[in-house]
């Protein structure tokens, strides 16, 4: 059963940072290929943030965080970071990990229960 499970949210000033986690359980070779980190604002739709694939060293950002955040992970550990630097209170919402079974990423088929950001200006 895959599980994933987000923490490291919190209230934080801006121009400050905060590390997400998401621990992942029932990653197998088939499944879970591609992990992203995604947001949701009040009032906005969910946008992608950024992905990594836990078999080679692609990354993604969404053209807002490029510089700022820092998506990585931890093959051992089966969990993935996402590093958040020079937070702005537009960063403000919740993230959300997710799992996608293949390369092209376009399903994401796991998700997490999300974790809140808080930027105070």
């Known amino acids: 059963q895959v599980q994933l499970v987000e923490s490291g949210g919190g209230l934080v000033q801006a121009g400050g940072s905060l590390r997400l986690s998401c621990a992942t359980s029932g990653r197998t070779t088939f499944n879970m290929y591609t992990m992203g980190w995604f947001r949701q604002a009040p009032g906005k739709e969910r946008e992608f943030v950024a992905a990594?694939?836990?078999?080679?060293?692609?990354?993604q950002y969404v053209d807002s965080v490029k510089g700022r955040f820092t998506i990585s992970k931890d093959n051992a550990k089966n969990t993935v970071y996402l590093q958040l630097n020079s937070l702005k209170p537009e960063d403000t919402a919740t993230y959300y990990c997710?799992?996608?079974?293949?390369?092209?990423?376009?399903?994401?088929?796991?998700w997490g229960q999300g974790t809140q950001v808080t930027v105070s200006s």
């Open positions: 997710a799992a996608d079974n293949s390369a092209t990423a376009k399903t994401w088929d796991y």
């Open positions: 990594i694939r836990w078999t080679s060293t692609f990354t």
